[in-house]
């Protein structure tokens, strides 16, 4: 997911190395019907971006997961929840 949300950010001008994306992703496995599954993914990322640029990120952030391969193979399977934080520099 952090590898199509760099390509998104980079099409809109946004350097994403180095270090200047990241995420801190946590899976919740449960077992409703006695067999362990994966049943949740959080998904929080750190983005810095250049002044001015605040607004393009956002944007990126919000759609980036309808081209993200992981995201749409789990959708429907996985509640995957991404929020963020943008530093600008």
């Known amino acids: 997911m952090v590898g199509t949300l760099s390509g998104a ?6 350097p ?3 270090d200047k994306v990241w995420a801190d992703v946590q899976g919740t496995i449960e077992a409703p019907d006695g067999v ?3 049943t949740k993914i959080t998904a929080h990322y750190h983005v810095k971006v250049p002044a001015g640029k605040q607004e393009a990120a956002e944007r990126a952030l919000s759609i980036f997961d309808r081209g993200c391969p992981v ?4 959708k429907g399977a996985v509640d995957i929840q991404h929020s ?3 530093e600008t520099y």
């Open 71 to 74: 995201a749409q193979t789990l």
């Open 36 to 38: 362990l599954k994966v």
């Open 16 to 18: 994403t190395s180095p």
């Open 9 to 14: 950010l980079e099409a809109r001008k946004i």
């Open 84 to 86: 963020w934080d943008i």
